[in-house]
């Protein structure tokens, strides 16, 4: 059964910093590209931070370019995104996904981040 499951959501100030995490199980995590994306009510689901197989290579959306670090540990199965600098505007629910092909993906259930003083 695959799984995604995201942690370290929550509530935060604007200027601070919250570390995102994703547990991936039930799939060949290392086969996988994998992405954060985040969406707010009445919006599309926007692509935040792309990180390849091996980690090698990332890709991040112009908004949150020099302030958010995606990476991955695929011996723990797992992908981050530290988010630096937060801005209301990064109010989100923010979700991990896996993508294996164009026909194959999966996506965790999101935390919701919320920048607010």
């Known amino acids: 059964q695959v799984q995604l499951v995201e942690s370290g959501g929550g509530w935060v100030q604007p200027g601070g910093s919250l570390r995102l995490s994703c547990a991936a199980s039930g799939f060949t995590f290392s086969s996988a590209t994998m992405r954060w994306f985040r969406q707010t009510p009445g919006k599309e689901r926007e692509l935040v931070a792309t990180i390849t197989r091996g980690g090698g290579s990332t890709t991040y959306a112009s908004s949150v370019k020099g302030r958010f670090t995606i990476s991955r540990d695929n011996a723990q199965n797992t992908v981050y995104l530290q988010m630096n600098s937060l801005k209301p505007e990064d109010t989100a629910v923010y979700y991990c996904?896996?993508?294996?092909?164009?026909?194959?993906?999966?996506w965790g259930q999101g935390t919701q981040v919320t920048v607010s003083s």
């Open positions: 996904n896996a993508y294996i092909s164009p026909i194959i993906g999966y």
